[in-house]
């Protein structure tokens, strides 16, 4: 042979995967191994090219390759040949001149690889027909891992279960397939009566092997339990690991996100920044966290953090997320871009869909931000993708969708205060819905005290009604345990409604010492001013001096370009 195969095999153990490529076009082209004469060694030759150019992302390369090797073994005289089910890695380093008709490439493994390419293409299709050309029988666990993920993104649900399934049967600790199994609504009793029962001698390693495999079945319940919408339970349960392994970064990470979800805000930044300081080149959920920053208007820790992100993986959907947070104040359409790109990358990224219906909805295009809430929804319904459903609805005055929303909110999550808040907010954009709305905004403070959303519309509609004592009352006892901008601006709007400028004033400057970015504290106490000064401050701007001052200004420009 002119190009020896076992150099080939070497560059590809050293991860030498450029020269592999190289040299694989040598291998491939030699005259001495042609198609006709042994289709056998050029099936193998082309197979170790499929895997340089796979590694080196050249994806349509290696299913070209991978294809011809294919068709090199199917030309093989039946009769004559004799397949070998072993791992291809060791098998097409194997081989000699003179094994004429002895196949050793395996046909199922090099499909793997081709639906392996499509999937680093985003080709899921494509991928899933390669696969099912795979015996059931012939799949190993990384085959089956996959099979369960392209047949959920095409939401074949019964066939992914099926999969996940058989992953779990043969290594119960395949995390992602717990995941995904308590996200399709397989009970946590399932999940782990998956597990195979280790055979052991003796009852002391018995119980040694309960013990060991039991934070893993608590690990099922927790995924369960937030899949479910029970995120106090889960919550807990992850705190209570959290205590056997301190410091985890993948459970702290699962806590922040559910916190995030469920508007525990605080908590989850706290979360959220304790794995950085574990781990400052996380990028999981990094997007979840940029969207708090942002809630929290800090935006030198959201600007820390996007450059961070950049520097670490530009690929990843989570850093297209958080540029769009970045972006959203400055420019709406350039973040809705990178939401938009984000969901390019990957089409199962949840927080992509938030941030494109939230976005949307501040660009007054309500009926869009109900197509990407529901995309979330489609793919695990949270609070987050109801609450934006709901105001989206309101918004374009379809009150029944709303309230269907809002009661399949509250249907799923029947311990969630903000769930019942949801169904107070439907209720209150009618007049006749009031008294209803009053009902389950008390019904929610009830459940979670300090919620403070739930406080913050019960006092708006006590001002609605003209209980203007009513909102000032709660209010003001919320204020005694919450030191929250969002409760002094309340209350500045409200005492600035009444014709009580001072209060209002103390009140907007409270807020804006609790968090100066607040937008809402800003405009208020700007307006405020302009009528203790004895300003309209809905008059029209004037700007005939300001342009003056412009016009000045290009001139001295130009003079000086």
Not at 108 to 137: D, T
Not at 286 to 292: I, N, T
Not at 436 to 451: I, T
Request: with cysteine; proline share 4%.
């Amino acid at each position: 042979m002119d190009v020896p195969k076992d150099q080939m095999s070497t560059l590809l153990d050293h991860g030498l995967f450029s020269s592999a490529q190289m040299l694989g076009c040598f291998l491939v082209s030699s005259s001495s191994v042609s198609i006709e004469t042994s289709p056998h060694l050029k099936a193998e030759n082309l197979v170790l090219l499929g895997d340089a150019l796979f590694r080196e992302k050249e994806y349509r390369r290696a299913i070209h390759a991978y294809k011809q090797a294919l068709h090199c073994q199917r030309i093989i005289p039946k009769q004559n040949a004799t397949p070998i089910r072993s791992a291809l890695s060791a098998s097409t380093r194997s081989s000699s001149p003179n094994s004429f008709n002895i196949s050793t490439i395996n046909e199922n493994e090099v499909k793997f690889k081709i639906a392996s390419s499509h999937c680093a293409l985003n080709e899921n299709r494509a991928a899933l027909l390669e696969m099912e050309g795979i015996p059931s029988k012939a799949r190993n666990l990384q085959m089956n891992l996959m099979m369960g993920k392209l047949y959920r993104s095409s939401r074949h649900t019964r066939a992914a279960v099926t999969c996940y399934k058989e992953c779990l049967r043969h290594c119960p600790y395949i995390i992602e397939a717990i995941i995904a199994l308590a996200e399709l609504g397989v009970a946590a009793k399932d999940i782990i009566s998956l597990f195979p029962q280790t055979p052991t001698r003796g009852a002391r390693s018995t119980f040694d092997h309960f013990d060991s495999s039991r934070w893993l079945q608590r690990y099922v319940e927790a995924q369960c339990c937030i899949a479910s919408n029970d995120y106090k339970g889960g919550l807990e349960i992850f705190a209570e690991l959290l205590r056997r392994f301190p410091c985890n970064i993948h459970i702290l990470l699962e806590m922040a996100k559910v916190e995030a979800i469920i508007g525990k805000t605080e908590e989850a930044i706290t979360d959220f920044e304790k794995v950085r300081s574990i781990d400052p080149y996380v990028i999981t959920y990094m997007d979840e966290y940029a969207m708090l920053l942002k809630q929290k208007s800090d935006y030198s820790k959201l600007n820390k953090l996007v450059h961070d992100l950049l520097n670490i993986d530009p690929t990843r959907p989570e850093v297209f997320v958080a540029l769009s947070v970045l972006w959203e104040r400055k420019d709406e359409r350039g973040a809705l871009s990178y939401a938009e790109k984000s969901i390019r990358i990957d089409e199962r990224h949840i927080p992509g869909y938030i941030m494109k219906g939230n976005l949307f909805f501040s660009m007054n295009r309500p009926e869009a931000a109900v197509v990407a809430f529901r995309g979330a929804q489609e793919l695990r319904p949270d609070l987050r993708s109801y609450q934006g459903l709901v105001r989206s609805y309101l918004a374009i005055s379809k009150i029944k969708e709303a309230l269907h929303a809002a009661r399949e909110a509250m249907k799923a999550m029947p311990q969630s205060a903000k769930a019942l808040k949801l169904v107070g907010d439907v209720h209150a954009s009618n007049t006749s819905g009031r008294e209803k709305a009053k009902k389950f905004y008390e019904s929610a403070l009830r459940l979670e005290p300090g919620y403070l959303g739930a406080a913050l519309a019960l006092a708006e509609l006590h001002v609605i009604e003209g209980r203007t004592v009513d909102a000032v009352t709660l209010l003001e006892r919320y204020l005694k345990d919450w030191a929250d901008d969002s409760l002094h601006v309340k209350l500045a709007q409200v005492f600035a409604a009444t014709n009580m400028p001072q209060d209002a004033l103390s009140h907007y400057q409270a807020a804006l010492r609790i968090n100066p970015q607040n937008e809402a504290a800003k405009k208020g106490l700007e307006r405020l001013e302009k009528q203790l000064k004895g300003v309209d401050p809905d008059a029209p701007e004037e700007d005939e001096e300001n342009d003056v001052e412009d016009a000045d200004a290009d001139q001295e420009e130009a003079e000086l370009l």
